[in-house]
């Protein structure tokens, strides 16, 4: 015999005759895994060594696991006593609990006290781990598992819905779920809580590119006062210009405000927190674009949302923004944005990959100047000339081999935002592709072969 994935031995200690200090988060590991045999009165190597008192040892054992694990792990061991090379040796049957992740009640569901097996060692196990582990076991979405935090305060959402008249006690937050069929908070309360993990990340840069930040901000605490605080920092930098027509004056935001609060909404609500990254907003002088992790919900396509469909990957945190009137109805965000950019072009972007959802929208105010001309009748590219602009761009461009934003502005003595426009336009149709070195942007020319 020797120590291996479902195999572990150990000894008593020769002077004292106690048990090992590390035999709970031991038999904790064989049930958070395949299950195993713990083997006391044999030693690293396989030597068997023996225990004087068996019947005493069993009890101290039993005492011990029932005393220090979490969730009740008694129903899976099975301890007897058994003669190996005439020796007693006390052998632990642990199998796999139904009650996954179990842990040490003195550390709680942290790595630092949820353990498995792997190969011959005992390790801990990270929170991402944890989490999928209580999913899979309970059978019970993220919101709905258990939460690893339990020493939430709920100060935010308490104030949210007194403003409402609303109530706030044990059994609300039973039927908003953010207490659980044990009791305990679920991870939706902690999404809720004062002491959520998940934070924004807000960046605001100066020109088209990550070159030069202007601002930056994380946004921590509830997710209820993320969104208040997050929208806040973007509102103060939506600025409103005034356009005339005739005698009168219209002001006009950068980006429509309905669209900003739809987006956000988006990005927190629809998010996978499952990921420990941060939601990422970054803000340019043209247009603003939120990254918010986990992609789509599984079996629903891009063609799927635009036709109405509405598939949320976190429903009962959408029950509760509705509740709270922050959302008018579920899976309307990207068809109110798309309204709302209807007689302005270019349109709002909305991009999945594996992992992630963007939502790329633009300065009308910035676009429209770059629209309407440049005032200079000496500038080579004209308004309504976008189609020949582009040509010669891509000309300059493959001529030179390569090209920055700043060298097609002063070839063609145009504004950042259009050389900005015309170079995107030339990547988009397969003509240009950009590359990224440190802070620095550049563009190379695509053949029609390649």
Not at 36 to 60: C, S
Not at 339 to 346: A, I, Q
Not at 401 to 425: D, I, M, N, P
Request: some cysteine; aromatic content about 8%; proline content about 4%.
């Amino acid at each position: 015999m020797r120590e291996n994935l479902d195999v572990e031995f150990k000894e008593l200690d020769r002077k004292t005759g106690k048990l090992p200090d590390s035999i709970p988060k031991e038999i904790v590991a064989f049930a958070n895994t395949e299950g195993g045999e713990l083997y006391i009165g044999i030693q690293d190597d396989g030597t068997v060594v023996g225990v004087a008192a068996p019947e005493d040892v069993m009890t101290r054992l039993s005492n011990i696991v029932h005393d220090t694990i979490l969730p009740d792990i008694m129903p899976f061991l099975q301890i007897r006593s058994i003669e190996k090379d005439g020796k007693d040796v006390i052998r632990a049957t642990v199998s796999v609990g139904t009650e996954r992740p179990y842990y040490l009640a003195s550390k709680g569901l942290k790595p630092s006290g949820v353990y498995v097996r792997r190969g011959s060692a005992c390790i801990p196990l990270n929170e991402a781990g944890i989490r999928q582990m209580i999913m899979e076991s309970s059978g019970k979405s993220y919101e709905e598992s258990r939460s690893l935090y339990q020493e939430l305060s709920f100060n935010t959402l308490q104030a949210e819905l007194t403003s409402r008249n609303l109530e706030f006690g044990q059994e609300q937050m039973k039927t908003l779920k953010l207490i659980g069929e044990d009791g305990l908070y679920t991870n939706l309360a902690m999404l809720l809580s004062d002491q959520c993990p998940h934070t924004i990340k807000a960046a605001v840069f100066q020109g088209v590119d990550n070159a030069v930040f202007r601002d930056r901000k994380e946004f921590s605490g509830s997710l209820l006062k993320q969104l208040e605080d997050v929208y806040g920092f973007l509102d103060f930098y939506n600025k409103t210009e005034a356009v005339f027509e005739g005698l009168r004056r219209t002001d006009r935001r950068d980006y429509p405000e309905e669209a900003i609060r739809e987006a956000l909404l988006n990005s927190i609500i629809h998010r996978d927190y499952l990921f420990s990254g941060s939601t990422i907003i970054n803000l340019f002088d043209d247009h603003v674009e939120f990254i918010s992790l986990g992609g789509l919900v599984t079996g629903i396509s891009m063609e799927a949302i635009f036709l109405g469909a509405s598939q949320s990957r976190n429903p009962n945190l959408a029950a509760v923004f509705y509740r709270l009137g922050l959302v008018e109805s579920y899976g309307t965000g990207i068809r109110k944005i798309m309204r709302l950019y209807k007689d302005f072009e270019p349109a709002p972007l909305f991009r999945s990959a594996e992992g992630a959802f963007t939502v790329e929208m633009w300065n009308r105010n910035e676009w429209k100047d770059a629209e309407a001309g440049p005032s200079d009748p000496g500038r080579v590219l004209q308004a309504g000339d976008a189609s020949s602009a582009a040509e010669r761009v891509y000309a300059f461009v493959r001529e030179k081999g390569e090209a920055s934003r700043k060298e097609v502005q002063e070839e063609f003595r145009v504004g950042s935002t259009k050389a900005y426009k015309l170079l995107k336009l030339l990547c988009a149709e397969g003509r240009l592709i950009q590359n990224q070195n440190g802070n620095k942007t550049t563009y190379s020319a695509l053949s029609p072969s390649q």
